[in-house]
């Protein structure tokens, strides 16, 4: 089994077409399905299931996935730790983040990083929480900011980053504006705003409720915290979410009330790698930087 070979097989297996992977490859298709072909006879067993329109995985080509992109993501760490010793940090840089992550401003940190390892292509992707976790321990993604998953144990390591209470946020005109702190169970009956449930806001919220044993209904559904803080703002629902979203510019003319009852149960960020040893040069290189600014901004904070 050769390494060209996993990554014919990975290309294929991403676009889910010969001729596309192989034009991204830069390859002859007739060459890709012959490596293909060559792969399965050396494994015994078919990976993909072809058709005129598209291919799919097999199961023999489903665990192999798995495998093949972390032997080649590790190759890659070996490359470019390679480079590191000859003092030059090459190769790619691949972040995965969720929206507005406590305690950390993404683009700032990219860009500080850029500016002191111009040769690394960074890359970036915004998921919720669990897809990001598994692309950590899968290898796709070199790290992530997010929050804490269950995904987390041999193939993660969480590095804290933030830790904050809940807030409820509702229109001028709702009935709970201009109260006090209310517990998950005054709010049984409301409409609510969410994110999608991979995202860890939505996953610390649906907790509370849960350990509350308060139902709620969640009619409105987005994908990003703007959308949401429009909602709350044209009195669609409330929102139950982490405390900085009530200082974004969307959430300045919103009531903000705290969340008691659930002293327990905080949105906690953090920063998710692979093991120490499968941990990319790119990768040490932008939690050092994290480190030095945050140890500055206390440092700042303190004087």
């Known amino acids: 089994m050769e390494l060209r070979q996993l990554t014919h097989f990975v290309a294929v297996a991403e676009d889910r077409h010969f001729t596309r992977a192989a034009e991204r490859l830069m390859v002859s298709q007739s060459g890709l399905s012959a490596s293909i072909r060559a792969l399965e006879r050396e494994l015994q067993a078919p990976l993909f299931v072809r058709t005129t329109r598209s291919v799919t995985l097999t199961e023999a080509g489903r665990a192999l996935l798995l495998e093949a992109e972390r032997i080649l993501d590790r190759v890659r760490c070996a490359r470019e730790a390679v480079a590191a010793v000859q003092g030059v940090l090459r190769g790619t840089l691949s972040v995965g983040s969720e929206q507005c992550v406590a305690g950390l401003h993404v683009p700032g940190l990219l860009a500080a990083f850029r500016r002191r390892h111009p040769d690394v292509e960074i890359r970036l992707r915004q998921a919720g929480a669990g897809p990001l976790a598994e692309d950590v321990a899968a290898g796709r993604l070199d790290l992530a900011f997010g929050v804490r998953t269950r995904t987390d144990g041999d193939l993660l390591r969480s590095v804290p980053l933030a830790v904050e209470s809940m807030t409820v946020l509702c229109h001028p005109a709702h009935r709970l504006a201009g109260g006090g702190a209310v517990a998950p169970a005054e709010l049984a009956g409301e409409a609510f705003v969410d994110l999608h449930p991979d995202w860890g806001p939505r996953r610390t919220t649906d907790a509370v409720f849960a ?16 959308s949401l803080l429009e909602l709350v703002h044209d009195g669609l629902g409330i929102a139950v979410v982490p405390r900085h979203f009530a200082h974004k510019r969307e959430a300045a003319d919103l009531a903000a009330l705290d969340l008691k009852d659930c002293r327990e149960r905080l949105y906690e960020t953090v920063a998710l790698l692979p093991p120490e040893d499968a941990t990319s040069p790119a990768a040490r290189a932008l939690m050092a930087l994290l480190a030095a600014r945050r140890a500055a901004e206390t440092a700042d904070t303190a004087a």
């Open 211 to 226: 350990e509350a044993g308060v139902r709620r209904t969640v009619p409105l559904e987005v994908n990003d915290v703007h």
